[in-house]
C-alpha cells in the first residue's frame, strides 16, 4: 500500500521553464491538494480537487495550474517558474467517513528555480 | 494572511523533559484543530486532534490542550525522546471546510540525550 505518491523527488529548473509534478494516490480518496512548504510559512495550499472533475483555488495559486487527470492522479504545472517557487510542493489526499479529518501527504518533491 | 500563529519556531529540549508547543487562531468559526508531525524528508502525518468542546485530549505522552475563550491551543509532550524530534505544524478549520485547512508555520523540535 503506496499511499501517495510525488515524482519527481528533486528537480532544477531555470527561469522560464515549465514542468509538471505528479502525485497519485492509491487509497480511493475522493479529494485531493497540493501545499507548498517554505520556512517560517508553514503548508500552504496552492490548489484542491473536491472530487474527480473538480478543481479550486487555494491560498496561493498563482503561477500555477493543476489536472486531476482521473480519481487516483493530480498533477501540477508550473508554465514559466519563477525563483519564488522555489519550494517543497506537497500532495495529499483525504478520504470520507472516519478518514474524513486525515490529510495523507506524500512524501514531497522539492523544486529549485534559479 | 496568517490566521493560525504558531510559537516557538524552534525549540530544544532535554530528554525525559516536556516539550510545549502554543498556537493561537482568530476565525471562531474554526471548530476542528489537528496537529501534525513532520519527520526530516517525509511528508506531514496527523498526530492527534482536539474539537472545542473538550478543553484536553490525551493519546500517550501526547496532549492538546484548549482554551476556547482565548482561541488558543497547544501542544504539550510528556517525557520527550530524541524520536520526537521533529517539525510540529497546528492547524485549523471549520466543519465543512476541511478543503482550506490552515496551517500554522511549524516548530521545530529536537530532543537531546
Known amino acids: 500500500n503506496a499511499g501517495v505518491t510525488q515524482t519527481p523527488k528533486f528537480q532544477v529548473l531555470k527561469t522560464g521553464q515549465s514542468m509538471t509534478l505528479q502525485c497519485a494516490q492509491d487509497m480511493n480518496h475522493n479529494s485531493m491538494y497540493w501545499y507548498r512548504q517554505d520556512p517560517g510559512m508553514g503548508l500552504r495550499l496552492i490548489y484542491y480537487?473536491?472530487?474527480?472533475?473538480?478543481?479550486d483555488k487555494g491560498e496561493v495559486p498563482n503561477g500555477y495550474n493543476v489536472s486531476r487527470l482521473n480519481k487516483r492522479e493530480f498533477s501540477l504545472r508550473l508554465e514559466s517558474a519563477a525563483p519564488s517557487q522555489t519550494s517543497v510542493y506537497f500532495c495529499a489526499s483525504r478520504g470520507v467517513g472516519s478518514g474524513a479529518n486525515v490529510l495523507t501527504f506524500g512524501a514531497g518533491s522539492r523544486l529549485t528555480v534559479l | 494572511q496568517q490566521q493560525v500563529k504558531q510559537s516557538p519556531q524552534s525549540l530544544i529540549v532535554q530528554k525525559g523533559g516536556i516539550s510545549i508547543i502554543n498556537c493561537a487562531y482568530e476565525?471562531?468559526?474554526?471548530?476542528?484543530f489537528p496537529w501534525y508531525q513532520q519527520f526530516p524528508g517525509k511528508g506531514p502525518a496527523l498526530l492527534i486532534a482536539i474539537r472545542p468542546d473538550v478543553s484536553e485530549k490525551k493519546e500517550g505522552r501526547f496532549t492538546i490542550s484548549f482554551n476556547k475563550s482565548a482561541k488558543q491551543f497547544s501542544l504539550h509532550i510528556m517525557d520527550s525522546q530524541p524520536g520526537d524530534s521533529a517539525t510540529y505544524f497546528c492547524?485549523?478549520?471549520?466543519?465543512?471546510?476541511?478543503?482550506?485547512?490552515?496551517f500554522g508555520a511549524g516548530t521545530r523540535l529536537a530532543v537531546h540525550p
Open positions: 492547524a485549523a478549520t471549520f466543519s465543512g471546510g476541511y478543503n482550506k485547512l490552515i
Open positions: 480537487s473536491a472530487s474527480e472533475g473538480t478543481t
Open positions: 476565525n471562531t468559526a474554526f471548530d476542528y
